[in-house]
């Protein structure tokens, strides 16, 4: 999904957003996420067959895949903008803050070619920097207290008093 490279869907912080959401409707935990060239391949642990009794088994994990493609994103975005402002949903927001946040921070520096994993709450990107002098990759660390300062930040980053809160919607 070449975000900067002509795609009509400009910034990470929607898209990553956009699929935050769909994992945190799915149960997904532990995710890795690798961009590919028209979209994103994520995969994580989903938990089947787990009751809510302590006596009982936890249920089966399994991972798995997911090929999203720049349609299905586009859907997810559209349906998480007809969503807002109507209320906060009974949804968890395990995953959807948190890549919005992380969205965010790539928004400022526009990689190229993002891969990422999170392990207990906590992230560690590989991002690709496109520059005059060339190519590097960069290694990103976003511990569990982190993503929560970022989200709690938000809120200052949309106000009217900051100069980019129309540049993204947060």
Known sequence: MRIYEGSPRQDFEEVFRSIGAHLDEMGMREVLLVEIEDGFLVQGLVIEGATGSWSDAIGQVRKETLILRDDELSAFMDEGMARRGQ?????????????????????????????????????????????????????????????????AGGPVLRSPANPRAGASPA
């Open 87 to 151: 209320g906060r949903t009974t949804q968890p927001d395990n995953y959807q803050s948190a890549l919005r946040v992380i969205g965010r921070y790539l928004d400022e520096g526009h990689p190229r070619d993002v891969f990422f994993f999170e392990q207990e709450g906590s992230y560690v990107l590989r991002i690709l920097r496109v520059e005059q002098t060339g190519t590097r990759h960069e290694l990103v660390e976003f511990t569990r207290d982190d993503i929560a300062q970022m989200i």
